[in-house]
């Protein structure tokens, strides 16, 4: 029989975090090894904590017992999940971030972390299949136009997986982190560099 897929979950008492404990569960080719929170439900088993039965596996502060997975599923909000990204790649363990708001040099560090490390990574700020395509074809496109304009529709105020398409595109077009002016119109947000 195949090894089981040895993961982790950071975040874990949070919304997404218990969720994705319910998911690891439900997979016959992986095991919850570890689940770290930070004060909420820390000591809880972290199935219990996800609504579901006990996993043994108690939710715990300490970082150092997401160490010996192979993946951590991370929806600590963003500088901690680079921060635990940070302590987990040169572990060789992949980081699968969820968590939003990671800025351009802490994507940069991490990105030049896995490459000395030859361990790959996932940030999706937004997990829906479109989008996370959206935003790798728009990576992808960004480097043939002189301009990039990013609109997104229905909300009050720009979404993580907006502000990360502009990252991402604007970094590929100018291999860099761009700077642009942010315009924001009720239910209309356009990002526009150029
Ligand atoms: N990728 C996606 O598709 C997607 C979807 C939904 C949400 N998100 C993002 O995922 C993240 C979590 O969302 P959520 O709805 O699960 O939020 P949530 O229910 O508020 O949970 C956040 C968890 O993070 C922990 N936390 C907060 N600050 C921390 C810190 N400085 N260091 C370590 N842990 C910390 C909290 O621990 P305590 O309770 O102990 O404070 C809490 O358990 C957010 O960044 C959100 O934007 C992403």
């Known amino acids: 029989m ?19 404990i319910r998911t690891v569960a439900a997979q016959p080719d992986m095991v919850l090894v570890a689940a770290v929170g930070r004060t909420a439900l820390v000591g809880t088993d972290a199935g219990t904590a996800a609504g579901m039965r006990p996993l043994g596996v108690a939710i715990t502060s ?32 992949s980081p699968v971030i969820g968590g939003t708001g990671l800025s351009a040099s802490e994507l940069t560090d991490l990105a030049g972390l896995c490459e000395a490390r030859g361990v790959g990574a996932v940030v999706a700020p937004n997990f829906a299949v479109g989008a996370v395509l959206m935003m790798e074809f728009a990576r992808q496109a960004a480097p043939h136009f002189p301009r990039v304009e990013i609109i997104e529709l229905m909300r009050s105020s720009p979404h993580a997986g907006f502000h990360f398409t502009f990252l991402i595109s604007s970094s590929a077009r100018w291999r860099r982190p761009a700077c642009s002016r942010l315009m924001n119109h009720c239910s209309v947000a356009r990002k526009i560099t150029g």
Do not use: C, N, Q
């Not at 195949?2 to 994705?20: F, H, P, Q």
């Not at 970082?63 to 909000?77: C, G, I, K, N, Y």
């Open 2 to 20: 195949t090894e089981k897929i040895r993961v982790a979950v950071a975040g874990a008492a949070g919304r997404m975090g218990r969720a994705s």
């Open 62 to 93: 300490d970082l150092e017992a997401a160490l010996t997975a192979d993946v951590l599923v991370d929806f600590s909000p963003g500088p901690a999940a680079a921060r635990h990204a940070a302590a987990a790649v040169p572990a060789g363990i």
